[in-house]
């Protein structure tokens, strides 16, 4: 069974104070590993898609990575409006269309 | 353009009653996801529709079903409504063109529903 497990359950920073958060998995075959940021009392947003291990994707201040066993989300600065519920999720290579499995998130909440 | 669009928004239903939800992708969008979340599962996946067939399907009970319909819309209906229902459930869509699926969902805000 597809599993994603992300820590830690939730993470407080200043404003300014670099950190990261995990997402391990276990999926027989990857397709893709996808992070996604969720605002309170909306749906999830789209962060990234990362294929294959050694892949990296950035977008302003959030980088991610991901070996074969986990994913990181590197966060380099953040600012209180960085602060949601950070989702990883995985799609085995067994699946097609849009079926993925999600970990539980990190709640972030960054304070200026 | 427009984004994924869910109705309703709120809604509250009493155990053993039936509830449809209805999800409007953004247009040009084939595949639509159902997701239902709740705090101590996290979101899990309930069905995927693609050109009006469902393709995929999670482990949910029959009592879940959906359809899409040749506009692309999709609605879910829950039957004889639970206490563990309670939920928000999610629906989100995207382009499925040729070559890899990029993983990119676009989410509606997402159907609170409360069984009392």
């Known amino acids: 069974e597809d599993q994603v497990t992300q820590s830690p359950e939730a993470l407080r920073l200043q404003e300014g104070e670099s950190s990261s958060l995990n997402c391990s998995y276990t999926?027989?075959?990857?397709?893709?590993l996808f992070w996604y940021r969720q605002d309170p009392g909306k749906g999830p947003e789209f962060l990234f898609t990362?294929?294959?291990a050694g892949e990296e994707k950035e977008k302003e201040r959030l980088k991610a990575t991901l070996t074969k066993k986990e994913s990181f989300l590197h966060i380099t600065a953040p600012k209180p409006e960085d602060s949601a519920t950070y989702l990883c999720?995985?799609?085995?290579?067994?699946?097609?269309?849009?079926?993925?499995?999600f970990g539980a998130g990190t709640i972030l909440r960054v304070k200026s | 353009k427009a984004g994924v669009t869910q109705t309703p928004r709120y809604l509250i239903k009493t155990r053993g009653q039936q509830v449809t939800l209805s999800c409007s992708p953004i247009?040009?969008?084939?595949?639509v996801s159902w997701y239902q979340q709740t705090p101590g599962q996290g979101l899990q996946f309930l069905f995927e529709?693609?050109?009006?067939?469902?393709?995929n399907k999670g482990n949910f009970p029959g009592r879940f079903s959906g359809r899409q319909f040749s506009n692309s819309r999709s609605e879910m209906n829950v039957s004889t409504l639970e206490l563990g229902d309670s939920a928000l459930y999610l629906c989100?869509?995207?382009?499925?063109?040729?070559?890899?699926?990029?993983?990119?969902?676009?989410f509606g805000e997402g159907s609170r529903l409360t069984v009392l």
């Open positions: 989100a869509s995207s382009f499925l063109g040729q070559g890899r699926n990029t993983g990119e969902l676009f």
């Open positions: 999926v027989s075959g990857l397709r893709g």
């Open positions: 990362l294929y294959s």
């Open positions: 999720a995985v799609q085995a290579i067994r699946e097609y269309g849009n079926k993925l499995v």
């Open positions: 247009s040009g969008h084939r595949s």
């Open positions: 529709y693609f050109s009006e067939t469902q393709r």
